[in-house]
Nanobody
Framework: QVQLVESGGGLVQPGGSLRLSCAAS????????MGWYRQAPGKPREYVAS???????NYANAVKGRLTISRDNDKKTMYLQMNSLKPEDTAVYYC?????WGQGTQVTVSS
C-alpha cells in the first residue's frame, strides 16, 4: 500500500527557511516521478518543483532560486528546502509521487 507522509511545515517570518519532507512507503521510489505542489487559500493547486525523468530539476518561476527540491533514494524521502520565504509562499504544500498525493503540510509566512 502506497503511503506518503509529509512533515516540516510551520509558521516562519518573511526571509526565513523551512524544509519539508515527504517520506514514501510501498513504492519503487528510485524510479518514481515526483514533485511538489501547493495550494493557497481560494486558489487552485499549483506546481512548485519536480524531477525530470533524467533526474534534473524543474521549478516554477515564482520559486526559482529560493526553493530546492532534493531526494534521498535510500531513505525513500523527497525534500523541499525553502529559503528566503515570502508571504505569498503561504499555502498547503503537497508532495506527489507517481500520481499519489501526500496529506499536505501547512506553510505560513507571516511577521
Amino acid at each position: 500500500q502506497v503511503q506518503l507522509v509529509e512533515s516540516g511545515g510551520g509558521l516562519v517570518q518573511p526571509g526565513g527557511s523551512l524544509r519539508l519532507s515527504c517520506a514514501a512507503s510501498g513504492i519503487m521510489f528510485s524510479n518514481a516521478v515526483m514533485g511538489w505542489y501547493r495550494q493557497a487559500p481560494g486558489k487552485p493547486r499549483e506546481y512548485v518543483a519536480s524531477f525530470t525523468s533524467s533526474g534534473d530539476t524543474n521549478y516554477a518561476n515564482a520559486v526559482k532560486g529560493r526553493l530546492t527540491i532534493s531526494r534521498d533514494n535510500d531513505k525513500k524521502t523527497m525534500y523541499l528546502q525553502m529559503n528566503s520565504l515570502k508571504p505569498e509562499d503561504t499555502a498547503v504544500y503537497y508532495c506527489n509521487i507517481n500520481n499519489r498525493w501526500g496529506q499536505g503540510t501547512q506553510v505560513t509566512v507571516s511577521s
